[in-house]
C-alpha cells in the first residue's frame, strides 16, 4: 500500500529542545516537502527537496533544518532556534514537474 | 515574494445552497491546483488547471483559471454535508515543483 507515513501523530517537547519529525514515503517521488500549517495561515513551505543529497529552503526556513540521504526519507528537525515551534507539520511528496502532492497525516507538535 | 489569498476566510451555508471561494495571485502563475482538507485531516489534491481561462469540472464542483493567469476559483452547486472542508488554491509559476499555498477558505454546511 503506497502512500507517505509521518510519525509520531502527537509530539509534546520542553522548550529548548530539539526535536525531529519523520517522514517516510514509498511512491517512488523525487521530490519532497515540509509545510507548517497555524490556524487561519494556511501551508507555508520550510524545505523541499527534489533530489537526494539536495534540498532549498522554503518560506520559513529558519529555525529548521533536513537532510535527504535517502530518496524514501526526509526528516525535519526543529530546533531550539524556532521561536514558536508549536503547529501542524504536513510531508508530502511529488513527482518532478510541477504535479500534484500527496501529503502525509501530519505531526502536531506542541512545545510547552 | 509570492502571495496567494483567499476570499472568503470562512463561509457557511445550508445544504443545498451554492458556495464559492476565490483565489489571487501577486504574480502569473504557471498552473494553479486545488486541496481539499477534511477536520482533522490532510490536503488531498482536487484539481490542476494550466491554461488561461480553463474551466473544468468534478461533479458539483467547477473549477476556473483567469484568462491573466493570476486568479481562480471553485464553485460548488448544491451543497452536502460532504463538502465540509477547508478547500486551498496553491499557484505554481515557472515548471518547477513549488507551490505557494492560498490562506484557505473554510466551509460549514448546516442541515
Known amino acids: 500500500d503506497g502512500g507517505i507515513t509521518q510519525s509520531p501523530k502527537y509530539l509534546f517537547r520542553k522548550e529548548g529542545q530539539n526535536v525531529t519529525l519523520s517522514c517516510e514515503q514509498n511512491?517512488?517521488?523525487?521530490?519532497m516537502y515540509w509545510y507548517r500549517q497555524d490556524p487561519g495561515q494556511g501551508l507555508r513551505l520550510i524545505y523541499y527537496?527534489?533530489?537526494?543529497?539536495?534540498?532549498q529552503k522554503g518560506d520559513i526556513a529558519e529555525g529548521y533544518s533536513v537532510s535527504r540521504e535517502k530518496k524514501e526519507s526526509f526528516p525535519l528537525t526543529v530546533t531550539s532556534a524556532q521561536k514558536n515551534p508549536t503547529a501542524f507539520y504536513l510531508c508530502?511528496?511529488?513527482?518532478?514537474?510541477?504535479?500534484?502532492?500527496?501529503f502525509g497525516p501530519g505531526t502536531r507538535l506542541t512545545v510547552l | 515574494g509570492q502571495q496567494v489569498m483567499q476570499i472568503p476566510q470562512y463561509q457557511h451555508v445550508q445544504e443545498g445552497e451554492d458556495f464559492t471561494t476565490y483565489c489571487n495571485s501577486s504574480?502569473?502563475?504557471?498552473?494553479i491546483q486545488w486541496y481539499k482538507q477534511r477536520p482533522g485531516g490532510h490536503p488531498v489534491f482536487l484539481i490542476q488547471?494550466?491554461?488561461?481561462?480553463e474551466v473544468k469540472k468534478q461533479k458539483r464542483l467547477t473549477f476556473q483559471f483567469g484568462e491573466a493567469k493570476k486568479n481562480s476559483s471553485l464553485h460548488i452547486t448544491a451543497t452536502q454535508t460532504t463538502d465540509v472542508g477547508t478547500y486551498f488554491c496553491?499557484?505554481?509559476?515557472?515548471?518547477?515543483?513549488?507551490?505557494?499555498f492560498g490562506t484557505g477558505t473554510q466551509l460549514k454546511v448546516e442541515l
Open positions: 508530502a511528496s511529488s513527482i518532478i514537474g510541477g504535479n500534484e502532492q500527496f
Open positions: 511512491l517512488n517521488h523525487d521530490a
Open positions: 527537496s527534489q533530489i537526494v543529497n539536495d534540498f
Open positions: 504574480t502569473t502563475l504557471s498552473n
Open positions: 488547471l494550466v491554461k488561461s481561462g
Open positions: 496553491a499557484g505554481g509559476t515557472g515548471g518547477g515543483n513549488k507551490l505557494t
